[in-house]
């Protein structure tokens, strides 16, 4: 059964949970989005019975530190494994051009060379185009650029064995050139950084960022069926799931996941 399990839902700065990370899989096999801002990707995946055996493809979506760090993590293990020979097969990793240059400059100056060596042979990057569109472990899956007014960003829609379809729009608002990719989705990632009254707190239209109230309203003006919330604040975590879904279902009709750090959404 395919299921969504949330790594990390915080915004950049989050001490009191992870930051943006996500896995959508099948079984043993999984397909990260994201890997957040440091090496607590390897304890969250721990956490959350994923082994790095299994993860042959990585999406990273753009070059802020709360969603590539994790990234630098997952290559030096990921290595390791291929090393020892318990990490079968490549792996893949998408992003555009100008992240990948970013993260080879930095894994050159943090792997050893050794390492480097897997880099081209099993360790593979496919810098992507607007449309650009691959077979992910069996799933049509579609980048698409998200039209970020900070830095260049890619999102990504999933058409799942179930043929619902999932499509993460990075974390800054909807685009309304990216409907094509989020119109009807089954499931609309939406990013939230806070309520609607804190709006004054955490300024997130000053930052490219949307409050529940923007992404509930998006997601019933596109015809979502499910939102899922995330790349939020993390002042009032033992309140948060509660008080955004009560937000959102005052201007969305259809079904909010808010999750918390390691939750599971069967898709």
């Given at each position: 059964m395919e299921q969504l399990t949330a790594l990390g839902t915080g915004y950049a700065i989050a001490t009191n949970c992870y930051t943006t990370s996500f896995t959508v899989s099948d079984g043993n096999e999984h397909f990260m989005i994201d890997c957040g801002g440091g090496n607590g990707i390897l304890t969250q995946?721990?956490?959350?019975?994923?082994?790095?055996?299994?993860?042959?493809?990585?999406?990273l979506s753009h070059c802020h530190t709360d969603h590539?760090?994790?990234?630098?993590?997952?290559?030096?293990?990921?290595?390791?494994?291929?090393?020892k020979g318990v990490y079968?097969?490549?792996?893949?990793?998408?992003?555009?051009?100008?992240?990948?240059?970013?993260?080879?400059?930095?894994?050159?100056?943090?792997?050893p060379a050794r390492m480097l060596s897997l880099f081209g042979t099993r360790i593979l990057f496919h810098?992507?185009?607007?449309?650009?569109?691959?077979?992910?472990?069996g799933r049509k899956t579609v980048f698409f650029d998200t039209r970020s007014k900070k830095t260049l960003q890619y999102g990504v829609k999933?058409?799942?064995?179930?043929?619902?379809?999932?499509?993460?729009?990075?974390?800054?608002p909807y685009r309304?050139?990216?409907?094509?990719?989020?119109e009807e989705a089954d499931y609309l990632m939406h990013e939230a950084l806070c309520m609607e009254r804190e709006e004054a707190k955490y300024h997130?239209?000053?930052?490219q960022h949307?409050?529940?109230?923007?992404?509930?309203?998006?997601?019933?003006?596109?015809?979502?069926?499910?939102?899922?919330?995330?790349?939020?604040?993390?002042?009032?975590?033992?309140?948060?799931?509660?008080?955004?879904?009560?937000?959102?279902?005052?201007?969305?009709?259809?079904?909010?996941?808010?999750?918390?750090?390691?939750?599971?959404?069967?898709?």
């Open positions: 995946l721990d956490h959350a019975g994923i082994s790095l055996a299994r993860i042959h493809h990585i999406f590539i760090m994790g990234a630098v993590w997952m290559l030096r293990m990921i290595g390791h494994g291929i090393e079968e097969d490549n792996l893949h990793i998408y992003c555009h051009k100008e992240l990948a240059d970013g993260l080879l400059s930095m894994c050159q100056f943090m792997l810098c992507l185009a607007d449309g650009m569109t691959f077979d992910i472990l999933v058409t799942l064995k179930n043929d619902k379809t999932i499509t993460y729009l990075g974390d800054e309304e050139e990216c409907a094509v990719y989020a997130p239209h000053k930052i949307s409050t529940v109230k923007d992404a509930a309203e998006c997601a019933e003006r596109l015809g979502a069926k499910n939102l899922v919330l995330f790349h939020t604040e993390d002042k009032n975590m033992a309140l948060r799931k509660h008080a955004y879904t009560k937000e959102a279902e005052e201007y969305f009709r259809g079904n909010t996941y808010v999750p918390d750090d390691l939750d599971v959404i069967i898709l």
